[in-house]
């Protein structure tokens, strides 16, 4: 069998191989009662600050196997998590439409995406992928999904 992709690293890997599926983030718009909009953002502070615990682990355990280099996307992720646009764009959502905070997170991550995807700079263009995956390992969070990649003590080529 020959499997083609984008090598996240240049040369020949020989090895096991794990599969790794993102799950379905989708999510819906629920109108929720004035009332309940602070413990809405609450939910949201919440589990940004657990995906930033988990962004810190992958760091670390990137940065012993793979190398600071490699390794700066999750302390860059964990960075676009404190983004003041990003997490106003969200508690605004919430509080001004009276949503859940899953379809707010899912409604700013698709806007700031696209506004990086529109940019002229490839760099900036290529954050796009960035905020989708921060987006989506919030909402998985507030979804209470829990995994995500094989991530155990052997070595592995991640598919």
């Known amino acids: 069998m020959v499997l083609r992709g984008k090598s996240v690293f240049g040369g020949i890997a020989i ?12 999510v819906k718009r629920i109108k929720i009662a004035e ?42 992720h964990q960075m676009m998590l404190d983004d003041m646009d990003y997490n106003e764009s969200v508690i605004n959502m919430i509080q001004t439409q009276e949503v859940n905070a899953e379809f707010a997170v899912a409604s700013a991550g698709d ?3 696209k506004m990086f ?7 900036m263009r290529e954050r796009a992928a960035d905020v989708k995956d921060i987006s989506n390992r919030v909402i998985s969070i507030l979804q209470g999904v829990t995994g995500g990649a094989a991530i ?8």
């Open 111 to 113: 806007n700031f995406s």
């Open 15 to 26: 090895g096991r191989l794990s599969v790794y599926k993102k799950k379905d983030t989708r």
């Open 117 to 123: 995807a529109d940019m002229e700079d490839e760099y």
């Open 152 to 159: 155990g003590e052997e070595p592995v080529i991640l598919l």
């Open 35 to 76: 009332a309940d909009t602070e413990a809405e953002v609450q939910r949201f502070f919440s589990a940004k600050e657990t995906a930033k615990k988990q962004l810190a682990g992958l760091y670390e355990k990137a940065l012993k196997e793979v190398g600071e280099v490699n390794a700066m996307i999750f302390e860059v």
